[in-house]
């Protein structure tokens, strides 16, 4: 039974108290995980309409120091805008009291003159479709006094859509030409408003669209992208985030089980850990602090038993997604859950790891991150999928950039 909304009179302190997770990570079965075995490559240059992540609106005088107390990431004010333009978003998680995800989000701050705003100052909270509603619940137990105005955003009113470049360079990172810098801020213009996807260096765009058109899905111009930029599906770019090392959503970064650093948050540029206190903050300062981080989530490439597939072919010497033999291993993930063992072959076949997702022969594991070394498989009844761990490349440039461990 969920918990009771708290009286107005509690203190935020009272409140984490009182809203400790109960849930136990061993008790927990998780979903089977989709996987296809037809979806193209990405290509160099596409986009995709993510239907499977939703908006909150938050408004109001006190909405900066509202999201200041509750995200990972540091929330400035609202500066005043500058014509055509909006500020950065950012990647960030809202954690319960013991530290660990509720959900991965991006905030994009709106000006009072963007075509997204109605006229208000305020934010957008970009969550997984399926955690919006329990987000939003979450959010209105600490609202108290707190002088903002909360909103689910339904699905026809905003359209957010994920978009890359990989053929542009800039420095060193990836797409979008002269436009990818991780201190950029956004672009707008018709009603689209363009902001850096700062995961990892180079990996695209989100952009923003509102209405949705309703005679279809719109062209890369009417998004603001270059003309070559192709339309592709959902699980196309699913691929390609496997393909980069990035976890997204509840279905991945399980609800009150996954925590901040083993997720990568970290070097994807979610955490502040300058910042003053925020809903548990004390479990990700002090894994910060001991330097210890055990395991985290990798790209994985899978191969039959008994098929030799090194990978280190793909982006940065990563994993590589091959179609058609995806066929031959999707076929067996669809009986795979996520949560499900990954096991060293030989020996006392000590776990390793854990299956997070996957499309076709890529996808995402948490990781010992002593144990990269060695052959590996899912156990799945009556038949069995070897697979390999890759370290990102991007990770090198993130590890000192953003002071994780």
């Known amino acids: 039974m969920p918990p009771l909304r708290p009286p107005s009179t509690l203190c935020t302190r009272c409140l984490a108290r009182r809203y400790l997770s109960t849930t136990s990570t061993s008790a927990r079965t998780l979903p089977a995980q989709p996987a296809s075995s037809v979806s193209p490559s990405p290509p160099?240059?596409?986009?995709?309409?993510?239907?499977?992540?939703a908006l909150i609106s938050l408004t109001g005088h006190d909405a900066s120091k509202f999201l200041q107390?509750?995200?990972?990431?540091?929330?400035?004010?609202l500066p005043s805008a500058p014509p055509n333009s909006s500020p950065r978003s950012l990647y960030s998680a809202f954690l319960n009291a013991q530290g660990r995800i509720l959900s991965d989000v991006f905030i994009y701050p709106l000006h009072s003159n963007s075509s997204l705003s109605n006229g208000e100052e305020g934010f957008l909270i970009e969550v997984d479709a399926a955690e919006q509603e329990n987000l939003y619940k979450w959010l209105k137990r600490y609202k108290l006094r707190a002088k903002i105005a909360l909103r689910v955003m339904e699905g026809g009113e905003v359209g957010i859509f994920g978009a890359w470049d990989d053929t542009a360079t800039h420095?060193?990172?990836r797409g979008f030409?002269?436009?990818v810098s991780a201190t950029e801020g956004g672009r707008e213009g018709g009603?689209?408003?363009l902001f850096l996807d700062s995961r990892a260096p180079g990996f695209g765009r989100r952009v923003l669209r509102a209405p949705v058109s309703t005679s279809g899905e719109p062209g890369a111009e009417e998004l603001g992208l270059g003309e070559g930029s192709q339309r592709v599906a959902l699980e196309t770019y699913k691929i390609r985030r496997y393909l980069w090392g990035i976890p997204e959503g509840q279905s991945e970064l399980q609800r009150e089980t996954a925590?901040?650093?083993?997720s990568c948050v970290d070097y994807m540029g979610g955490v502040d850990f300058r910042k003053g206190c925020y809903?548990?903050?004390?479990?990700?300062?002090r894994t910060q602090h001991t330097?210890?981080?055990r395991k985290r989530v990798l790209p994985v490439q899978l191969y039959p038993h008994g098929t030799e597939r090194d990978g280190g072919e793909g982006l940065d010497g990563g994993p590589r997604y091959e179609e058609g033999f995806g066929r031959e291993v999707g076929d067996v993930l669809r009986e795979v859950e996520a949560g499900a063992d990954i096991v060293r072959v030989g020996g006392k076949e000590r776990r390793v790891g854990r299956w997070m997702g996957g499309m076709g022969n890529v996808g995402l594991a948490l990781w010992r991150l002593e144990s990269l070394e060695g052959d590996f498989r899912l156990p799945v009844e009556g038949k069995e999928v070897r697979m390999k761990p890759f370290v990102p490349g991007w990770w090198a440039e993130r590890k000192g950039s953003v002071g994780a461990v």
């Open 69 to 77: 107390g509750l995200t990972t990431a540091n929330i400035p004010p």
């Open 177 to 179: 030409g002269c436009s």
């Open 171 to 173: 420095g060193n990172s």
């Open 291 to 293: 330097g210890v981080v």
């Open 44 to 53: 160099p240059t596409g986009y995709a309409n993510l239907t499977n992540r």
């Open 259 to 262: 925590l901040v650093q083993e």
């Open 191 to 193: 009603g689209v408003l």
């Open 279 to 285: 809903v548990g903050q004390e479990l990700v300062i």
